[in-house]
């Protein structure tokens, strides 16, 4: 956690999520409702996950970002009594999970990476049969209420198989919400999602977590951990690469604001490589990154009259994926990692 | 328990919306009742099953036999000299058997009439066979006999004739507890190994190790299940077996209980090989290997007397021949001893099996 570098910018951030907090209910001084630690989990030689520690806290959305391969689902299926670690420890509610997952099991939620509904069960059949495994008796406008939660009261005559992806996911979100659990885990929610699909479930999960819930994400799109993160946990190759909110990662691995000068005249790189400026041509246009210390303001009024010929001028703010490249190297497109 | 409701419900669900499980539950075999019936109820078998015990032990004993064997039309069997025949032919279940007294040839030697005694069921079509075939042998065999002035006419050597069952049994009988032994092997071998590896390689059982639900309970309720699903196959069976071919069988705890550990035990095989299997073909391909000769080869659709010495081996090595012959000896001969000691093998094996899927089967990832 940054804490001296801008202590303005920080204060912003702590009141949001103050702001946050206090709009759910949760408070910060609550203590870690998952503390990993030191966790292992070795296919011999591969080492799918390799000595991660880290806390969640009650009431935040928890995002592990990484391409595929990184590790995410391993660590996750771990939490949630799927696999077994290697070495390490993992404590949910207090509880050492490796030991006695059962115990918490009725307070968690999950929606697997790869989830498939019961192909033959029509979404309100589903949700019922899972109110049954988790003892609860549910009334039909219980059932509705979920049904309505993830968007599916029009498909409730239709099996399953029948159901698009992004009904599927959001079916499987139903589910994992049954038990009214305090804890999510949703390993790629939003994965193979059209746009609309996922704007739709992110504020889902925005809803959820303003009720009060707490969501380990793990994805692969940035954007979704920008938007959604209270926490960002960065993964590759199995090892923690950085972890801290979206903003200050941002912040500190962003690398600063840029201004694109849009159709500049020929001769005008040199200029504003004059002005110690780094430059980069980007088709007509000339993006300036600023660098540190260096105040928007200040740059423009230099730029606006340094007599160089452009048609308009665009800040650029730096994004979790400026940072990601920063940190790891290169971008994700489509799950994988690209230099 | 609700846990398990739920579960029963919802795989119930699941179960009747895929149209090859209410195929093989419901529709195949009455489909098999129906084909077998119309072929069986009318026809006989080439050679049918003859277990003889010969008291007598001598050259014209021996003679006799050979006589009957050249026929064509009956299978000798041996039955020991020092068993009880009528135990014997309780204990396994025999619609027939023949018993040459002691005696034998040092009676018709002398000139003085002699019996051999010919017990079966007159109701079973192939009673007729044996009785000619039996007859054919005596009329041979006393003309053959090496006696100069015959004071016994018009034969020495006869044959008298004892009734063993009394009930009133047609051969379409015989089908009915082969055809809910194989109702039961298809459903839960057949049907429970590929939904089993469609939960493995779909994720349902990971999905499922995130609730509450525990693996026993599930396998518990998939065994409620199927008692719930074969209870309403087999009344559709009978009801139809009664309605078109008036079968007449017995309902008896036995039997209920037969069907209940074969329920188990082919429904542990199923989960065995949905285990072992990477997917729900595969899974399918496996059940299938192993389902399909043992349906042909336990004695579900002829007696295990009539098929070759070498196949009756393979056929007591197959669990199915246990539940078939079970359930036959309780519903329609009335040998509940015979039919406990299927059940024990029956049981031995739904343990064995049972233990083997519990530990391969796996709901957490490696």
């Given amino acids: 956690m940054p804490s001296t570098q801008l202590p303005c910018y920080n204060t912003v951030i702590l009141k949001y999520t103050l702001s946050l907090s206090a709009k759910r209910g949760v408070s910060l001084s609550n203590k870690p409702i998952i503390t990993v630690t030191d966790l292992k989990k070795h296919y011999g030689d591969i080492k799918a996950v390799d000595g991660v520690s880290f806390e969640v806290s009650p009431g935040e959305i928890f995002s592990c970002l990484g391409p595929n391969g990184a590790g995410k689902t391993t660590t996750v299926e771990m939490m949630e009594g799927l696999r077994t670690p290697t070495s390490g420890s993992i404590k949910i509610f207090g509880v ?30 589903a949700i019922a049969y899972f109110g049954g495994l988790f003892n609860k008796k549910m009334t039909k406008q219980d059932v509705n209420k979920l049904i309505d939660a993830v968007a599916l009261e029009h498909r409730t005559d239709s099996v399953a198989m029948k159901l698009s992806g992004g009904e599927k996911r959001r079916l499987g979100l139903a589910l994992a919400l049954v038990g009214e659990p305090e804890l999510l885990f949703l390993d790629e929610p939003t994965t193979g999602l059209d746009a609309q699909a996922r704007r739709g479930l992110w504020r889902l999960l925005e809803g959820l977590r303003d009720e009060g819930k707490t969501i380990f994400l793990t994805t692969h799109y940035l954007d979704e951990a920008e938007k959604l993160s209270d926490d960002v946990f960065v993964m590759h190759k199995g090892k923690e690469i950085a972890r801290a909110p979206p903003l200050d990662l941002v912040e500190q691995h962003g690398g600063g604001v840029s201004i694109l000068l849009r159709d500049y005249a020929e001769d005008s790189t040199e200029k504003v490589e004059a002005m110690g400026f780094a430059v980069e041509r980007v088709r007509n246009d000339v993006k300036v990154n600023l660098g540190e210390g260096v105040l928007v303001r200040e740059a423009i009024r230099r730029l606006d009259t340094s007599g160089i010929q452009f048609r308009d001028l665009i800040t650029i703010e730096p994004t979790l994926e400026d940072a990601f490249i920063s940190l790891v190297g290169g971008t994700i497109i489509g799950g994988e990692l690209k230099k | ?142 003309k053959n006999l090496p006696i100069d002035n015959r004071t016994v006419p018009p034969q020495v050597v006869g044959m008298e004739t004892r009734d063993i069952v009394t009930e009133d049994f047609v051969f379409i009988d015989f089908f009915l507890p082969g055809i809910i032994a194989l109702a039961v092997m298809l459903n839960c071998l057949m049907i429970l190994s590929a939904v089993s590896a469609e939960y493995k390689s779909k994720g349902y059982f990971k999905l499922l190790n995130t609730t509450p639900l525990k693996k026993s309970e599930w396998i518990l309720a998939k065994f409620i299940w199927y008692l719930i699903i074969m209870s309403f196959s087999i009344l559709l ?130």
């Fill in chain 2, 237 to 366: 069976m009978l009801a139809i077996g009664i309605g078109a071919f008036g079968v007449k069988v017995s309902i008896t705890p036995l039997a209920f209980a037969l069907v209940v550990a074969g329920i188990w035990l082919f429904s542990s095989m199923g989960l065995l090989i949905g285990a072992w299997a990477k997917d729900s073909d595969s899974a399918a391909a496996v059940a299938n290997a192993v389902g399909f000769p043992m349906m042909f080869l336990s004695g579900l659709f002829w007696q295990l007397e009539m098929m070759p010495e070498a196949v009756q081996t393979i056929a007591y090595a197959l669990p199915l021949t246990y539940l078939g012959e079970g359930l036959r000896a309780t519903m329609i001969y009335g040998n509940d001893s015979g039919a406990l000691i299927d059940l024990a093998v029956v049981l031995v094996l739904a343990v064995v099996f049972f233990i083997a899927a519990s530990k391969l089967m796996s709901w957490k990832e490696k």
């Fill in chain 1, 96 to 125: 050492d999970v490796t030991q006695d997952y059962a115990s918490i099991r009725h307070r968690v939620g999950v929606l697997p990476q790869d989830f498939e509904p019961f192909d033959r069960l029509k979404a309100p059949e």
């Fill in chain 2, 1 to 142: 328990m609700s846990r398990i409701i739920a579960d029963v419900k919802a795989f119930a669900l699941q179960y009747m919306r895929n149209p090859v499980g209410a195929f093989f539950a419901l529709v195949f075999p009455i489909i098999l009742l129906l084909v077998f019936g119309a072929v069986f109820s009318q026809s006989e078998s080439p050679e049918v099953p003859l277990p003889v015990q010969d008291l007598d032990g001598t050259d014209l004993s021996n003679q006799f036999l050979e006589i009957m064997n050249q026929a064509g039309t009956v299978e000798i069997s041996t039955i020991s000299p020092t068993a009880d025949i009528d135990d014997h032919i309780r204990d396994n279940s025999l619609s027939a058997a023949l018993v040459i007294p002691a005696g034998f040839e040092a009676t018709a030697v002398s000139n003085t009439s002699v019996d051999v005694i010919l017990y079966g069921d007159q109701t079973v079509s192939s009673y007729g066979i044996i009785v000619s075939t039996v007859g054919a042998a005596v009329e041979v065999l006393d």
